[in-house]
């Protein structure tokens, strides 16, 4: 459960006093932004934050580290694991009527359109495929909330049942580990289960595979804290503002209603509440983009050592990544593949392999002394780029590539002392 989770690191805050869910939540997730906040008494309910805000303790939870992270994420998407259905999960045990209102659904940010469920995944199933990804949801009344669906896999399938005539029967799930969480985030093809891929990383960290229970025909992870039985409408109403990734605020947009219809949770259970904008949001949504960058590059150079989404970049506009170059050109190849793995990068630097992606003042190390603009800087104009970048127009942007590897044939005039 989530709170055996989060009482077990050694850097958590806990908020004793009484908090309340419209704005107050944020003053301490800001002010302990890579730190895990639980706060005992959200208006009666205990709730949780920046559980996942840096990547040193997401890789130490999966029993691996910050190279090992990114190894067993691609391993998670390019070999996914059958999950198992089993009779029992203890979020069976409380099973109630739906008040939206009553929960402890924060308010984030002055500007917010509304109360927002931002941790919250939504799964769906169609045939065999079942689907799972994040979606924030703006809290309308007791029962009903403004679902944004990006047209992808989930927006797909509404519209396939909104076109029968029909509204789309989905299960939310709130508060879970973080490989369902980093799963949901993952962008697979259609028909690939973002489960397996849970299910997959599962077993490769703890020995197991991801455990579900079948929630009147569609599968449920037992780990849940809250699981709320819904269906997507084809009403549409207006959704937002909403700070996004950035830290700005995405516009506002007309999105489909979704009606709560029965929530179930664990006794005591503990509500996630994503910081939108914070750390753990960069992580939760940066960090599945990695293994697209490096399976990316890999195809062009066939020695890639690692990926990184950097913190100064949201996690989602910036990158770093570290090769061993055979040829010359492979840096610039490199940062080419990488704009190609992650669309929304603005930003990519490549290293050599000498270079720690992991720290900030080694990167800047190798633009300073192994990069010179007139040679190897790579500009692209009027690319397409992240919607979320209030510096674009019209989806258009101006993308950037830093090669900062030593030539070949002039190696050792770059290399650093080393005792």
Same mark, same amino acid.
């Given at each position: ?57 997401? %890789? ?8 090992? *992270? ?75 909330? %403004? ?13 396939? %049942? ?17 490989? *369902? ?201 009027? %690319? ?36």
């Amino acid at each position: 459960m989530l709170r055996e989770i989060v009482e077990k690191f050694d850097d958590l805050v806990v908020v004793d006093k009484p908090v309340k869910k419209e704005l107050e939540i944020t003053k301490y997730l800001l002010k302990y932004r890579d730190r895990p906040v639980l706060f005992k008494d959200v208006e009666g309910w205990e709730v949780v934050g920046n559980v996942w805000s840096k990547r040193e303790r997401i %890789a130490k939870f999966l029993n691996t580290d910050n190279r090992g *992270l990114l190894e067993l994420l691609v391993k998670g998407m390019e070999e996914p694991e059958d999950y198992i259905i089993v009779d029992r999960a203890d979020f069976l045990k409380n099973k109630s009527e739906v008040n939206l209102l009553e929960l402890p659904v924060p308010k984030f940010y002055p500007r917010d359109g509304g109360r927002y469920f931002t941790s919250a995944m939504v799964i769906a199933k169609s045939g065999d495929f079942v689907n799972v990804s994040f979606h924030r949801m703006m809290v309308l009344d007791e029962t009903r909330a %403004a679902i944004r669906l990006v047209p992808r896999h989930l927006y797909a399938m509404w519209r396939d %049942a909104v076109e029968r005539g029909e509204e789309l029967d989905v299960r939310i799930v709130v508060g879970n580990p973080v490989h *369902l969480l980093l799963a949901g985030a993952t962008s697979v093809a259609y028909g690939v289960s973002e489960l397996k891929i849970a299910s997959a990383i599962s077993l490769h960290a703890f020995g197991r595979p991801v455990e579900v229970v079948e929630l009147d025909g569609i599968p449920v992870p037992v780990e849940s804290e809250f699981v709320f039985k819904a269906k997507i409408t084809d009403e549409l109403v207006d959704e937002g503002p909403f700070v996004d990734i950035t830290g700005t605020y995405d516009i506002v947009r007309k999105q489909p209603v979704i009606v709560f219809e029965r929530m179930y949770h664990v006794d005591d259970p503990v509500f996630h509440a994503l910081l939108p904008g914070g750390y753990e949001h960069y992580m939760l949504m940066g960090l599945p983009k990695e293994p697209q960058i490096y399976s990316a590059v890999k195809r062009i150079v066939p020695k890639v050592h690692g990926v990184r989404l950097t913190e100064g970049g949201c996690m989602w506009l910036h990158a770093v990544v570290s090769i061993t170059k055979q040829h010359e050109g492979d840096g610039k190849n490199a940062i080419l593949a990488a704009f190609t793995g992650h669309p929304s990068l603005k930003r990519v630097v490549v290293v050599d392999e000498d270079v720690n992606i992991y720290d900030d003042r080694e990167v800047e190390w190798a633009i300073a002394t192994r990069f010179q603009p007139d040679r190897d800087l790579v500009v692209i104009p009027n %690319a397409r780029g992240s919607s979320l970048d209030p510096s674009g127009k019209d989806g258009l942007t101006a993308k950037w590539g830093i090669d900062a590897t030593k030539p070949l044939d002039r190696k050792e005039e770059f290399e650093k002392a080393r005792l």
